[in-house]
């Protein structure tokens, strides 16, 4: 892509947040739903980029109380699943300071977590708790960090501890609600299938420097993402969160490994109850 191509790419998405900023601060600031300009800009981006979104699976329905867990490979994932429908993140305050990109999660909704400091994790599940029982979709990216797109790190049980506390908050009216585990996987680039040695070329993780990742990510062309649903994880008050995480990353697992052989799933998965056919995890290749 030329950097005239690049400008004027970067010069309409530009004039799409201006237009669509403005509605959405309003309506956040009177506490009204706007998920849907989020998901306008996404889509816009991924497509000017060239970026195609696929899925299998079944998502939980609007309003379905459901705390997605899935794996994290990139920035990319951002845009892909905010692509998809109203949603939004749990991500470390960190990124609350950055600039731009800081913005966009504010205006996303995120939900921010200071690691740092004790007692974090306790206050963030009380607010996920009230935001879950209130039908939001919320995404944690359960590894804590992002991985190398070639293995999958085990998932944190911690703020898990949220879903808990949204069945608490409801006083009982809400039995019970679905852990979703959700599967991120790069499968092509212009057409071909990514092969293991390319992977850190659409990975971001580690040291890596932001710009020189996104200058690869333009330079080298088109790029399919595939998003897979797992089977829900019915999560009740008794439930032990530690094997439900476990459940969620086991499911990741099998997921990714499906779609980089080409076995990509099709048709709904059936809720299961927490702890059900539970494989051996751990650091592993996917």
Known sequence: MSRLGIALRLLILAGAFGLLVGPHWLALRFGRPSGWAPVLFHRLALRLFSVRVTQSGTPPAPGTPALVLANHVS????????????????????????????????????????????????????????????????????????????????????????????????????????????????PRRNGLPVTRGERPDVAWYGDMDLAPHLATFVREGPLDVHVSWGAPIVFEAGTDRKRATAQAEAAVRGALRAVRAGQIPSGPAAPAPAGAGLPETGLAPV
């Not at 600039?99 to 690691?115: E, H, K, S, Y």
């Not at 974090?120 to 607010?127: G, I, K, L, Q």
């Open 75 to 186: 920035w990319l994932d951002i845009a892909a699943l905010g692509s998809l429908r109203p949603l939004s993140f749990v991500a470390k305050s960190e990124i609350a300071g950055w600039p731009v990109i800081g913005w966009f999660a504010v205006l996303q909704q995120t939900v921010f977590i200071d690691r740092a400091r004790r007692g974090a994790t306790a206050e963030v599940n009380r607010m996920l708790g009230s935001r879950l029982a209130a039908g939001e979709l919320i995404v944690l990216f359960a590894e804590g960090t992002t991985g190398d797109g070639t293995r999958l790190l085990p998932f944190r049980s911690s703020l898990v501890g949220a879903a808990r506390n949204a069945i608490e908050a409801e006083e009982g009216r809400l039995e019970h609600l679905h852990l979703q585990p959700l599967a991120l996987a790069y």
